[in-house]
């Protein structure tokens, strides 16, 4: 089956450790996305990344770093510069060739700050 | 800068009664449109997309959306609902221009069935 996986899909974390959310996708896709979802607040893109070892900052970067490395990978680590990290994470993922820009998701990481 | 704004946070229906979820974009530009369902603790799926053609656009479940251009409008419905579709929809648009392929969000509107 392709699709979307994240792991783990509960987190808790002790303040001022860092944290690293796996997402892995075997759609061949080329773009990543990371959001960040509160309550009431929809999504909020922290970052993304269109090609492997590259990737932009999206509205809510700070205290929070990705790498691709890989093409199938993308992984977001939450420092301990993130001073409100409790959140559900969701990553996604797309084809930037043709010309649709939907976004495929994952099931979600539940991160919370002890 | 587009914006998306959903302009219900909740939305209480009797089961079986028909629903619209209601959706405004800002843009002078074409765009795509996207309606996602979010069940509790799980990530999003895509319900239905509108990039061009038929103004009336059916998606999976029995939803159905209308591009309303002239009212910047992409409004969701379903004639009857079930006890099932109790979960957040999330409206987005994005502008086919843009190589980031980025989504704007709208905040959700979470549909609530009462039995």
């Known amino acids: 089956d392709g699709g979307i996986t994240q792991s783990p899909k509960y987190l808790f974390r002790k303040e001022g450790q860092n944290v690293t959310l796996s997402c892995e996708q075997n759609l061949n896709h080329d773009a990543m996305y990371w959001y960040r979802q509160d309550p009431g607040q929809g999504l909020r893109l922290i970052y993304y990344s269109q090609i492997v070892n590259d990737f932009q900052k999206g509205d809510i970067a700070e205290g929070y770093s990705v790498s691709r490395e890989k093409k199938e990978s993308f992984p977001l680590t939450v420092t301990s510069a993130q001073k409100n990290p409790t959140a559900f994470y969701l990553c996604?993922?797309?084809?930037?060739?043709?010309?649709?820009?939907?976004?495929?998701f994952g099931p979600g990481t539940r991160l919370t700050v002890l | 800068a587009q914006s998306v704004t959903q302009l219900d946070s909740q939305v209480p229906v009797f089961e079986e009664a028909p629903v619209e979820l209601r959706c405004n974009y800002s843009?002078?530009?074409?765009?795509?449109l996207f309606w996602y369902v979010q069940y509790p603790n799980q990530g999003l799926q895509l319900l239905l997309k509108y990039l061009s053609g038929s103004t009336l656009v059916k998606g999976i479940n029995g939803f159905e959306a209308e591009f309303n251009k002239s009212q910047t409008s992409f409004h969701l419905r379903k004639p009857s609902v079930h006890i099932s579709d109790t979960a957040e929809y999330f409206c987005?648009?994005?502008?086919?221009?843009?190589?980031?392929?980025?989504?704007?969000w709208g905040a959700g509107t979470k549909l609530i069935i009462k039995p």
């Open positions: 843009s002078s530009v074409s765009v795509y």
């Open positions: 996604a993922s797309t084809m930037t060739s043709g010309t649709t820009d939907t976004q495929y």
């Open positions: 987005a648009v994005s502008d086919p221009r843009d190589s980031n392929y980025q989504l704007i």
